[in-house]
């Protein structure tokens, strides 16, 4: 199987780990778990995978942290993990796990929109692209509204049995089911968690020239925010029943959370990465709705014909934007290339002329460096609910 094929197979079996993630993650709030000690839970987790990984590959080369930049750190860990998660959950109980994976959509449009509040982005809406770019963010605003505003009929599912159903599942279905002021309030708050992780993407590239090692950055944010969610849980759930893992729905989300989504498909989206590219990866998330919706149908649970059209419109200003941000690469003069030396190349430490041999090494030396980094940048990414693969 070549590159292009392996490519298309990783990407759906990403969409289907996300697909999993979403309905999963529905149920076990559904069967009464505590939104705020999930993600206590889910964090530690994913720095128990993280914090070994981060002793193997950076044991020898870790770079010296400053107070203030951890201090920042700690800054990006409240606003991108630990304020964007509850919120993410929050939502996610009070609507459902279609309306989670077709907001999803809209991070990179939000991602792009407050790029170009922040002076990052230049939009010309003479251009074609501009006016894309320019549809896409309206689009996703529509879609958005019309999830919130508009339920519509629902769709009769295949199984009428709720799978997952366990006490106060049912009686939690119809209060969030026939309250429309939690419905629109759940979708708003979708689309402040997803606005606050874009913003954090958008952070990431400041930070990342400040400290360039995106595994010790991870980690440490990932531990704050562990720590950040603690304290939150502790504060809101007073009831320590609530605390308790059981054999059931709750212990099986926490752990795919944990390390099914942050241990195999980061790491799978960072292969797809890159070898197709951001774009390519971004383009497979109406996928990941669609998946979404049927295993919604197939578990039994409620879709509205509104989440639909909202979808459709979220899809839409995705594809918008990512297909002006084409055009804008298209457009971008090519770099300039440099003059080829008629000298031969001198080695750098003792000025004079390398020899095949010193040639050999310096290449295997660099593959060897490459590989490395390559390791390093698999597991680089944060452990979040929401999509990683804005470029």
């Given at each position: 199987m070549d590159i292009r094929k392996k490519a298309y197979v990783v990407a759906i079996i990403i969409q289907l780990i996300y697909a999993g993630m979403y309905v999963v993650s529905k149920a076990a709030f559904n069967h009464g778990m505590s939104t705020f000690v999930f993600i206590f839970y889910r964090q530690a987790a994913a720095t128990v995978l993280l914090l070994p990984l981060a002793i193997v590959l950076e044991r020898r080369n870790a770079p010296s942290m400053p107070f203030r930049l951890f201090l920042k750190l700690f800054f990006y860990a409240l606003l991108g993990n630990t304020l964007t998660m509850n919120m993410y959950n929050i939502s996610l109980k009070y609507t459902s796990a279609t309306v989670a994976s077709?907001?999803?959509?809209?991070?990179?449009?939000?991602?792009?929109?407050?790029?170009?509040?922040?002076?990052?982005?230049?939009?010309?809406?003479?251009?074609?692209?501009?006016?894309?770019?320019?549809?896409?963010?309206?689009?996703?605003?529509?879609?958005?509204?019309?999830?919130?505003?508009?339920?519509?009929?629902?769709?009769?599912?295949?199984?009428?049995?709720?799978?997952?159903?366990?006490?106060?599942?049912?009686?939690?279905?119809?209060?969030?089911?026939?309250?429309?002021?939690?419905?629109?309030?759940?979708?708003?708050?979708m689309l402040l968690s997803n606005?606050?992780?874009?913003?954090?993407?958008?952070?990431?590239?400041?930070?990342?020239?400040?400290?360039?090692?995106?595994?010790?950055?991870?980690?440490?944010?990932?531990?704050?925010?562990?720590?950040?969610?603690?304290?939150?849980?502790?504060?809101?759930?007073?009831?320590?029943?609530?605390?308790?893992?059981?054999?059931?729905?709750?212990?099986l989300a926490v752990g795919y959370s944990g390390f099914v989504v942050t241990g195999v498909s980061f790491y799978l989206q960072a292969w797809c990465i890159e070898k197709r590219g951001p774009v390519f990866l971004a383009m497979s998330n109406p996928l990941g709705l669609l998946l979404t919706i049927f295993c919604s149908f197939f578990l039994g649970e409620i879709v509205h014909l509104g989440s639909l059209l909202g979808s459709a419109l979220l899809v839409g200003g995705l594809y918008s934007v990512l297909w002006g941000k084409s055009k804008d690469h298209l457009h971008q003069p090519p770099p300039p290339q440099p003059q080829p030396s008629q000298e031969a190349p001198k080695h750098q430490s003792t000025g004079g002329v390398c020899s095949n041999d010193d040639d050999d090494e310096e290449k295997q030396q660099q593959h060897k460096d490459g590989e490395e980094t390559q390791l390093k940048d698999l597991f680089a990414m944060e452990a979040s609910p929401l999509r990683h693969q804005v470029g």
């Amino acid at each position: 199987m070549d590159i292009r094929k392996k490519a298309y197979v990783v990407a759906i079996i990403i969409q289907l780990i996300y697909a999993g993630m979403y309905v999963v993650s529905k149920a076990a709030f559904n069967h009464g778990m505590s939104t705020f000690v999930f993600i206590f839970y889910r964090q530690a987790a994913a720095t128990v995978l993280l914090l070994p990984l981060a002793i193997v590959l950076e044991r020898r080369n870790a770079p010296s942290m400053p107070f203030r930049l951890f201090l920042k750190l700690f800054f990006y860990a409240l606003l991108g993990n630990t304020l964007t998660m509850n919120m993410y959950n929050i939502s996610l109980k009070y609507t459902s796990a279609t309306v989670a994976s077709a907001t999803s959509n809209s991070v990179p449009v939000v991602t792009f929109f407050l790029a170009v509040l922040l002076r990052l982005e230049v939009v010309r809406l003479r251009s074609p692209s501009g006016m894309a770019k320019a549809a896409g963010v309206a689009l996703c605003l529509a879609g958005v509204l019309t999830i919130a505003l508009y339920t519509g009929p629902s769709m009769s599912p295949v199984n009428h049995h709720r799978a997952f159903a366990g006490s106060g599942a049912a009686e939690h279905h119809a209060t969030t089911s026939s309250s429309k002021g939690t419905w629109i309030k759940g979708t708003f708050l979708m689309l402040l968690s997803n606005t606050t992780w874009s913003l954090w993407i958008v952070l990431q590239a400041s930070l990342l020239k400040e400290y360039p090692n995106k595994l010790l950055s991870t980690l440490v944010q990932c531990m704050l925010s562990t720590a950040q969610s603690f304290l939150l849980a502790v504060a809101v759930e007073r009831n320590p029943a609530a605390w308790k893992l059981k054999l059931d729905v709750g212990l099986l989300a926490v752990g795919y959370s944990g390390f099914v989504v942050t241990g195999v498909s980061f790491y799978l989206q960072a292969w797809c990465i890159e070898k197709r590219g951001p774009v390519f990866l971004a383009m497979s998330n109406p996928l990941g709705l669609l998946l979404t919706i049927f295993c919604s149908f197939f578990l039994g649970e409620i879709v509205h014909l509104g989440s639909l059209l909202g979808s459709a419109l979220l899809v839409g200003g995705l594809y918008s934007v990512l297909w002006g941000k084409s055009k804008d690469h298209l457009h971008q003069p090519p770099p300039p290339q440099p003059q080829p030396s008629q000298e031969a190349p001198k080695h750098q430490s003792t000025g004079g002329v390398c020899s095949n041999d010193d040639d050999d090494e310096e290449k295997q030396q660099q593959h060897k460096d490459g590989e490395e980094t390559q390791l390093k940048d698999l597991f680089a990414m944060e452990a979040s609910p929401l999509r990683h693969q804005v470029g």
